[in-house]
T-cell receptor, first 115, second 109 residues
Framework: GAGVSQSPSNKVTEKGKDVELRCDPISGHTALYWYRQSLGQGLEFLIYFQGNSAPDKSGLPSDRFSAERTGGSVSTLTIQRTQQEDSAVYLC?????????????FGPGTRLTVL | DAKTTQPNSMESNEEEPVHLPCNHSTISGTDYIHWYRQLPSQGPEYVIHGLTSNVNNRMASLAIAEDRKSSTLILHRATLRDAAVYYCIRRFGNEKLTFGTGTRLTIIP
């Protein structure tokens, strides 16, 4: 079946502009996660959605970052007034989130470059 | 804080077994041990996970120490496609994954 998809695959923007990154999780997965990975670094957690519960926003680095998940499916990560340090690969993952512990399935990522 | 310790890098010859170690000395009784890997220019990929018993799947085996303070990911016969960064992660339930710096595995032809 279809995996997690993300769009765009690449985004180049100018400092100060707003950007929106999209994630389509695997159908039926109730949990959705956003991470980012700066060049040569490990993954950094940003935000976690689980069903209709309030999202865990503890990883968002500043109030310029926000995310929505509409209808329990598609999610959009928005970065306002982008800065050069926002340049990174933004990765989305989804999981069934059943009882116990679930595998996270990652998308290919969106490479964001802020000039 | 990844709460796990892994060597920064390892090398292995192609078609030989690879043992990737991980220390998690402060693990709690309810934390699972997950392994993910990230191939170049790709998102992370699930490899295996376990709680107490050793686990096997088509990709690898996971050997967990009796005291659960360490574990070893075993690739039985490494191929060039196994070259990746391997992450060992402690995880409670379905909380977020906390990635450390992982082990960069190089396969020598």
């Amino acid at each position: 079946g279809a995996g997690v998809s993300q769009s765009p695959s690449n985004k180049v923007t100018e400092k100060g502009k707003d950007v929106e990154l999209r994630c389509d999780p695997i159908s039926g997965h109730t949990a959705l996660y956003w991470y980012r990975q700066s060049l040569g670094q490990g993954l950094e957690f940003l935000i976690y959605f689980q069903g209709n519960s309030a999202p865990d926003k503890s990883g968002l680095p500043s109030d310029r970052f926000s995310a929505e998940r509409t209808g329990g499916s598609v999610s959009t990560l928005t970065i306002q007034r982008t800065q050069q340090e926002d340049s990174a690969v933004y990765l989305c993952a989804s999981s069934p989130d059943s009882h116990g512990t679930d595998t996270q399935y990652f998308g290919p990522g969106t490479r964001l470059t802020v000039l | 804080d990844a709460k796990t310790t892994q060597p920064n890098s390892m090398e292995s010859n192609e078609e030989e077994p690879v043992h990737l170690p991980c220390n998690h000395s402060t693990i709690s009784g309810t934390d699972y041990i997950h392994w993910y890997r990230q191939l170049p220019s790709q998102g992370p990929e699930y490899v295996i996970h376990g709680l107490t018993s050793n686990v096997n799947n088509r990709m690898a085996s996971l050997a967990i120490a009796e005291d659960r303070k360490s574990s070893t990911l075993i690739l039985h016969r490494a191929t060039l496609r196994d070259a990746a960064v391997y992450y060992c992660i402690r995880r409670f339930g379905n909380e977020k994954l906390t990635f450390g710096t992982g082990t960069r595995l190089t396969i020598i032809p």
